[in-house]
């Protein structure tokens, strides 16, 4: 599922949505930067989304990533996501079990801050 309007926060500027791949929209909110990621995300899969993520990052103190429309996430996302976080404050929002667990049992649940919905994030 990607990020509705419902799920953007009011007075988004700089809304964008990608066609097909795993990037499905972007938007400011509130100080940060928010991705919302779809499908199955795996080395083949990344690279648009590393695009994404580390523009955003270089760009912004903090990234939101929306992971509620991820389907399969592996270890080179998870990389990813660790890799984004040194650089910038990345926040995950919505996981889906399959990706919950597979931060609980790396660990990376400690590191980066996830949250359950997007209103729940903490801003800048």
């Keep these: 599922m990607d990020a509705s ?3 953007r926060p009011r007075g988004d500027v700089g809304f964008r949505q990608d066609g097909e791949g795993p990037v499905g929209v972007q938007y400011a909110a509130g ?3 928010v991705i919302a990621a779809r499908g199955d995300l795996d ?4 690279p648009p989304l590393d695009a ?3 523009a955003a990052s270089a760009e912004h103190s903090q990234v939101i990533l929306d992971v509620s429309g991820v389907t399969f996430g592996d270890s080179a996302f998870l990389n ?3 890799r984004v976080h040194q650089n910038a404050d990345l926040r995950v929002a919505r ?5 919950r667990r597979l931060l609980e ?6 590191v980066l801050d996830v949250r359950d919905d997007l209103d729940a994030v903490p801003r800048p």
């Design 105 to 110: 049992i790396t660990g990376a649940d400690q």
């Design 43 to 46: 080395l083949t899969s990344l």
């Design 5 to 7: 309007s419902e799920d």
């Design 80 to 82: 990813l996501m660790l």
């Design 95 to 99: 996981p889906q079990p399959q990706l």
């Design 31 to 33: 100080g940060a930067w």
């Design 52 to 54: 994404a993520l580390t």
